[in-house]
């Protein structure tokens, strides 16, 4: 960089109440996504009482099988396997219910979104 770029840099910087040093940090220690379980339990104390109520069994699913998994770990197959594992035991209920309940534990994932696409499941 050169020494007219570094001071303009500085320049802005110091207005805007930041130094460079603070620009560094965030860049070299990225922040880590919580696990299905911790964010889970977030959802549960954030969410509607109904809407917990209605997704909490397909919570229990993902958390028996992901609970110690951070949410960027699994990829669309593995979802996809997840749905198809579980098939069978939600006779009662739709298997697009836990979809939902994989693209509301997602959403962080996705961005500013608040529901992961329905094509990534």
Same mark, same amino acid.
């Given at each position: 960089?050169?020494?007219?770029? !570094? /001071?303009?840099l500085? +320049?802005?910087?110091?207005?805007l109440?930041? !130094?460079?040093?603070?620009? %560094?940090?965030?860049?070299?220690a990225?922040? %880590?996504?919580? %696990?299905? /379980?911790? =964010?889970?339990?977030?959802? #549960? &104390?954030? +969410?509607?009482?109904?809407? %917990?109520? !209605? =997704? $909490?069994? =397909?919570?229990?699913?993902?958390? !028996? ?8 770990e699994? &990829? ?8 198809? #594992?579980?098939? $069978?035991?939600? $006779?009662?209920?739709p ?14 994932? =996705?961005?500013? /979104? &608040? ?7």
């Amino acid at each position: 960089m050169t020494d007219d770029l !570094n /001071s303009a840099l500085q +320049l802005i910087a110091s207005r805007l109440g930041i !130094n460079i040093a603070d620009l %560094t940090d965030r860049i070299a220690a990225p922040e %880590t996504a919580p %696990t299905f /379980s911790e =964010y889970i339990a977030k959802l #549960r &104390t954030a +969410l509607p009482r109904t809407t %917990t109520r !209605n =997704y $909490s069994s =397909y919570w229990r699913i993902i958390e !028996n099988a992901w609970g110690d998994r951070t949410l960027d770990e699994p &990829t669309a197959t593995e979802a996809t396997d997840l749905i198809q #594992r579980h098939r $069978s035991r939600a $006779s009662r209920a739709p298997i697009p219910a836990v979809g939902a309940a994989q693209r509301q534990t997602w959403c962080p994932r =996705y961005g500013a /979104s &608040t529901v992961m696409p329905n094509s990534m499941v």
